[in-house]
């Protein structure tokens, strides 16, 4: 017989849940679970933030210039200042 590996795993069901929040509710505190929870979710933000300018960032460079007077700068000028810059070290 063939069993699927997450068959034998499973996943948690909610009196497994239940403890396992108790368990951190113990190790942390009531205290510190909303300054927690206010933590992970201001990094979720930010991490959703970054991931839509890259996005967006990817989608401006795949598109070709359609007009190269319009922006003042071919594609292949903005990739070669974009490496040209290195922080100067003093």
Not at 39 to 62: H, P, Q
């Amino acid at each position: 017989m063939e069993y699927n590996t997450m068959m034998l795993i499973g996943f948690p069901g909610p009196s497994e849940l239940m403890i396992v929040f108790v368990i951190i509710l113990v190790l942390f505190g009531g205290a510190k679970l909303p300054e927690m929870a206010r933590n992970i979710g201001k990094g979720m933000r930010v991490f959703k933030e970054e991931a839509n300018s890259l996005r967006k960032e990817i989608e401006l460079t795949d598109q070709p210039a359609t007009d190269p007077k319009a922006t003042g700068v071919t594609k292949n000028e903005a990739v070669t200042d974009v490496k040209a810059e290195k922080p100067k070290s003093n």
